[in-house]
């Protein structure tokens, strides 16, 4: 019996091969999406996972409680690590502190000419670090043991990077590296890659002890007002609700701070919530995902799967009416209701699976092209346990969504009726289902259409937004402030000036839209209060300001020095201290932590301190050289590629013992928004999908009505009818499900795209304009859809439809 049913299911399939053909192809869109989708989402969740106190781990980080609301920082001061393992000793403690784009030198010890040693830049992955750390994550050790990083300048490298410096990794330890010139490193380990799902990607770890006694050049201060985003500390608490933990941090705030929860709260984050939480940025690696965006892409995933399971109703009904005398003769002949649900739901599930098979191999395809809209590495795994289970749970939904509803209603058929020919739409239930169908999947793509239209102007706002510096042909090139690079920081600054493409020239800590978050608290005006909010700290020299075209609103930027004798600051920052006119900020003193008291020389106008995400931060820029890493060259745009090549050279001739590592300044701030220029790629690519669903969808209810009014057609043909006029008779019944599929699309729309633009500190309005695009969007893809079926009908002869009458 099932045999039968097989087979003829397969002819059925066979004989309707342009319907086979659609519903093959929507489905296997659908799925292949929806399986990518999974692909994704399963990689994000399971960010360190492995890890075996995964559960019992915690991230120290601090919320702080300004006037203009609440700010996160991953970072806590150096001394609260060892004021943490006073106060809970049966917790385990430890710290670390990033370093990025340190240099690693590899020396030639074959030769002993420093010009053939081997140099790397770690922008990413060098971090100092504890030995503690390792009580508390699990790294496997290939040589070595945590114990040895208890020593000053000793170094542990992972697999990769010691193939990567020494073409090996058996033999590395007790062979010496040099970080940026400045200390010999012994290779005292070696550690296992971390998997490629770990927000710890260490490549290069340094004893903590040895960033210590290197104050000055990696900003080392043993300060509980000090707090750097690098410096994080991780604990091991077992048995102990977060809630709990939380409660004992904040007794350890107001412990070692005077004002307590009014400024500053010390919490526990838990290390399942650290990958998905962006309060805090990315914190050491360089990856991070919002759980919004993995609800958003579940959502997408669930209504291009009921996209798909809708045209397969609509085409499968539509297709019953011709299998009518089919059914009537199976009914005359004693086949059950039953049976005859078991014959379509068999065929639903032949193509179901082929649509599935075939989904599998379009993914397959695509997955190498995934890195573009995710960060999923290359190598994943498509058919994995998991995703093999999904499948399986995909491919029973659908076939019971596809077909449960046409099987019900082709078992249904009258005998008589159905040998008479006289199934109509009345017949099998009217039409009202398929056109509530309908309108859910023009719904559907009218939402993902406003959703790309939102995205895309967005980041096309952000892109072209005025940031209030002049990020243009800002060739940036990261240097080191060790001795030797700052005795021969004027001479190379003067060489690139004698350069005829070359406008300006600063050395700084970074560029005025940075990744940095150094803050500090201040004093303001010989003031002994603390004004309650942290400044942020930018150092430059004194042309830090003609190099990215800051404008003065008041007074002027500071004399050439090395070190800082005056300071200038933001908007901003005189207005949270309630200064309106800048003006009367000049002459007035700030003292930063306890440092020396130094006057104001000039106020700048706002400019975007990070990314348009976040708004802008009370800023103090001041002149201190040894803080000055970065060159950032201002330079004229015509023929650019031969000065940046010139620029190098001069840099490598300067600089021989240090890698040239110059990119573009506007490059560098367009990856603040990778994820969400990833965002907007997504909503481009699954709205074309849904697009073309809703396409096939639209197909099969103008494919139903052009074979339920075929009689109605040459009745109007044979009294005069035109064919404009029996185009518009199709034609009519979309326009009005489109603008019923508009109407609930809209407040959907806004709701959701409303959520998303609160993301940014600075964005677009919702303007009419983007719903009026989206429906006449919808609209002209509807009129191409189904202007070739409605056509195609009115022209029919009348004869061949009225030929039985």
């Not at 920052?573 to 309106?580: E, V």
């Not at 075929?710 to 979309?734: D, N, Q």
Request: with cysteine.
């Amino acid at each position: 019996m099932l045999k039968n049913y097989l087979k003829i299911a397969w002819r059925n399939i066979i004989r309707h091969k342009g319907y086979s053909i659609i519903n093959v192809a929507g489905l296997t869109l659908g799925i292949a999406a929806c399986l990518l989708i999974f692909i994704i989402i399963k990689y994000e969740l399971s960010f360190d996972t492995a890890q075996p106190n995964f559960k019992n781990i915690y991230h120290v980080v601090i919320q702080q409680i300004h006037e203009d609301g609440l700010h996160y920082t991953p970072g806590v001061p150096a001394p609260a690590t060892d004021a943490l393992r006073v106060d809970f000793p049966q917790a385990k403690v430890a710290a670390l502190n990033s370093s990025y784009g340190s240099q690693i030198t590899v020396p030639d010890n074959n030769t002993g000419n420093s010009t053939s040693d081997k140099k790397f830049t770690e922008d990413v992955g060098l971090v100092f670090i504890e030995p503690q750390f390792f009580d508390i994550f699990s790294f496997k050790w290939l040589a070595g043991n945590p114990a040895v990083l208890a020593e000053p300048n000793m170094v542990v490298i992972n697999k990769s990077t010691a193939i990567k410096y020494f073409n090996n990794w058996n033999d590395v330890t007790g062979k010496i590296l040099k970080m940026d010139n400045l200390i010999n490193l012994k290779v005292a380990g070696v550690v296992d890659d971390a998997p490629a799902n770990s927000d710890f990607p260490f490549k290069v770890m340094v004893s903590y002890i040895t960033w210590k006694q290197h104050p000055k050049e990696y900003d080392y201060e043993n300060d509980w007002g000090s707090i750097s985003s690098s410096h994080q500390v991780y604990m091991l608490f077992p048995n102990t609700g977060v809630n709990n933990i939380n409660k004992q941090l904040v007794a350890f705030t107001n412990k070692h701070y005077e004002t307590g929860t009014k400024r500053r709260v010390i919490f526990a984050q838990p290390l399942s919530q650290m990958h998905f939480d962006t309060r805090f940025g990315n914190t050491i690696g360089d990856h991070q995902m919002s759980m919004a965006t993995l609800r958003t892409l579940s959502f997408i995933a669930v209504l291009i799967i009921i996209m798909a399971s809708i045209n397969f109703i609509n085409l499968a009904t539509a297709q019953s009416v011709g299998r009518s005398k089919e059914v009537g003769i199976r009914k005359v002949l004693g086949s059950t209701r039953n049976q005859l649900v078991m014959q379509v739901m068999g065929e639903t599930a032949i193509i179901v699976t082929g649509a599935v098979l075939l989904a599998v191999l379009v993914a397959k395809i695509a997955i190498p092209y995934l890195k573009n809209i995710a960060s999923v590495p290359d190598n994943i795994n498509l058919l994995n346990t998991d995703s093999i289970l999904f499948l399986a749970a995909v491919t029973f939904v659908v076939i019971l969504l596809s077909g449960i509803y046409p099987a019900l209603i082709v078992s249904g058929f009258k005998p008589v009726l159905a040998l008479k020919n006289k199934i109509t739409a009345a017949s099998i239930g009217g039409i009202p289902l398929r056109r509530v169908l309908v309108i859910a999947q023009f719904a559907i793509s009218q939402l993902l259409i406003i959703g790309t239209i939102v995205a895309v102007s967005q980041m096309d706002y952000v892109n072209k937004a005025d940031l209030g510096f002049n990020k243009n042909a800002v060739l940036v090139i990261p240097g080191y402030t060790d001795s030797l690079s700052l005795r021969k920081m004027d001479s190379f600054k003067q060489r690139v000036l004698q350069n005829a493409q070359v406008q300006s020239v600063s050395f700084s800590s970074d560029a005025p839209s940075s990744d940095n978050n150094s803050s500090m608290n201040f004093y303001f005006n010989h003031s002994t209060k603390d004004p309650g909010f942290n400044t942020y700290l930018k150092y430059g020299d004194a042309d830090y300001f003609k190099t990215f075209q800051l404008h003065f609103v008041a007074g002027k930027g500071y004399d050439v020095s090395d070190t800082a004798r005056q300071v200038v600051v933001n908007e901003t920052f005189i207005h949270k201290l309630n200064i309106l006119n800048a003006q009367d900020a000049i002459g007035k003193t700030v003292r930063l932590g306890t440092e020396a008291t130094l006057p104001i020389s000039g106020v700048v106008k706002d400019f975007k301190t990070n990314s348009l995400r976040e708004t802008v931060k009370p800023i103090v820029i001041s002149a201190h050289k040894a803080y000055e890493s970065h060159v950032a060259i201002k330079i004229r745009t015509n023929n650019l590629s031969k000065t940046v090549a010139e620029l190098q050279k001069m840099w490598e001739n300067t600089y021989p013992e240090y890698a040239y590592n110059g990119y573009f300044l506007d490059q560098n701030i367009a990856n603040f928004y990778k994820q969400e220029n990833q965002m907007a790629l997504v909503y481009k690519i699954f709205a074309g999908i849904a697009i073309f669903i809703s396409c096939l969808g639209l197909y099969g209810l103008v494919s139903f009505m052009a074979v339920q009014r075929t009689k109605e057609v040459g009745i109007r043909k044979v009294l005069g009818a035109s064919v404009s006029s029996i185009v518009y008779l199709f034609s009519k019944e979309f326009m009005v499900l489109i603008t019923i599929s508009f109407v609930i699309a809209v407040p959907t729309a806004w709701y959701l795209m409303t959520g998303w633009l609160q993301n940014f500190a600075y964005r677009i309005s919702l303007s009419i304009w983007v719903f009026v695009l989206a429906i006449v969007t919808s609209v002209i893809i509807a009129w191409i859809t189904v202007g070739y079926k409605a056509i195609k009908a009115a022209l029919a002869n009348p004869v061949n439809s009225l030929r039985n009458e």
